[in-house]
């Protein structure tokens, strides 16, 4: 579509912004589905250990993934001119609407994990196919007005509906809620993340004390609540005595 839409050139940029942020997603998600996959199978027979354990998942995959993807929008454009080239540049937008989107795919993906444990599979599939519909539809009305930022829109508007949709069917089948301290903890994130795309997209690029600014707010709320998690002093002591042995 987007090569007969735009030519081979947008198709290149559009895969210098994709590659870029696979990377970051891979390590995320492949490291939440060896781990957290195992351990919520094993109490899906229990919607209150099954919703717990959801809300802790997430919890760690905020704190986790908010500093990345702020530096991942702040540094857009830096980021394809050192591992591309100055011509892939103009990519920055589409790679900063798509990182949108990825916040509210690594939410998804732990509720999603849900519905296979419980041995929804049908459902998992029917959700999925979803998502490729609406994608696919959100990118056909979208391209004529937005070209190639189209589908980094597309994919935020479609991973929020498919949240939605998510969401919608674990409260139906377990009564899922979010704690009171996640819901804060996903909106105080939400606002880091949206007022930084306004930062990457609409002020000066050469604003270093804004972005000095994001990238310390988001730094330092994601090591206050990781160590509420786990002690950072025992950790990184342990650590160090670990690495001497």
Same mark, same amino acid.
């Given at each position: 579509?987007?090569?007969?839409?735009?030519?081979?050139?947008?198709?290149?940029?559009?895969?210098?912004? !994709?590659?870029?942020?696979?990377?970051?997603?891979? =390590?995320?998600?492949?490291?939440?589905?060896? &781990?957290?996959?195992?351990?919520?199978?094993?109490? #899906?027979?229990?919607?209150?250990?099954?919703?717990?354990?959801?809300?802790?998942?997430?919890?760690?995959?905020?704190?986790? #993934?908010?500093?990345?993807?702020?530096?991942?929008?702040?540094?857009?454009?830096?980021?394809?001119? @050192?591992?591309?080239?100055?011509?892939?540049?103009?990519?920055?937008?589409?790679?900063? !609407?798509?990182?949108?989107?990825?916040?509210?795919? /690594?939410? #998804? !993906?732990?509720?999603?994990?849900?519905? =296979?444990? $419980?041995?929804?599979?049908?459902?998992?599939?029917?959700? &999925?196919?979803?998502?490729?519909? /609406?994608?696919?539809?959100?990118?056909?009305?979208?391209?004529?007005?937005?070209?190639? &930022?189209?589908?980094?829109?597309?994919?935020?508007?479609?991973?929020?509906?498919?949240?939605?949709?998510?969401?919608?069917?674990?409260?139906?089948?377990?009564?899922?809620?979010?704690? $009171?301290?996640?819901?804060?903890?996903?909106?105080?994130?939400?606002? =880091?993340?949206?007022?930084?795309?306004?930062?990457?997209?609409?002020? &000066?690029?050469?604003?270093?004390?804004? /972005?000095?600014?994001?990238?310390? @707010?988001?730094?330092?709320?994601?090591?206050? +609540?990781?160590? +509420?998690?786990?002690?950072? +002093?025992? @950790?990184?002591?342990?650590?160090?005595?670990?690495?001497? $042995?």
């Amino acid at each position: 579509m987007v090569i007969n839409k735009a030519g081979l050139e947008q198709l290149g940029l559009l895969q210098a912004a !994709w590659t870029i942020t696979n990377v970051y997603l891979k =390590l995320i998600l492949n490291s939440m589905s060896a &781990d957290f996959y195992p351990r919520l199978s094993a109490v #899906s027979f229990n919607n209150k250990k099954t919703r717990k354990l959801i809300n802790e998942q997430v919890n760690v995959m905020l704190i986790i #993934s908010v500093p990345i993807i702020v530096f991942l929008m702040l540094c857009s454009k830096l980021l394809l001119t @050192l591992l591309y080239s100055s011509s892939f540049e103009s990519a920055y937008t589409l790679l900063n !609407w798509r990182t949108i989107g990825i916040f509210f795919k /690594i939410i #998804s !993906w732990a509720l999603g994990f849900v519905l =296979l444990a $419980k041995g929804k599979g049908l459902l998992y599939f029917i959700t &999925d196919t979803s998502f490729s519909v /609406i994608y696919l539809i959100c990118i056909y009305f979208l391209f004529p007005y937005y070209q190639l &930022d189209a589908v980094g829109i597309a994919y935020m508007i479609t991973y929020i509906s498919y949240f939605i949709i998510v969401y919608g069917l674990l409260h139906k089948i377990m009564q899922f809620r979010w704690q $009171k301290e996640i819901l804060l903890s996903g909106v105080v994130c939400l606002i =880091l993340i949206l007022g930084t795309f306004y930062i990457a997209q609409f002020t &000066d690029k050469n604003s270093i004390p804004l /972005i000095i600014v994001c990238l310390t @707010l988001s730094s330092t709320y994601s090591l206050y +609540k990781l160590n +509420k998690v786990c002690n950072l +002093k025992t @950790l990184c002591t342990n650590i160090f005595k670990n690495g001497k $042995k």
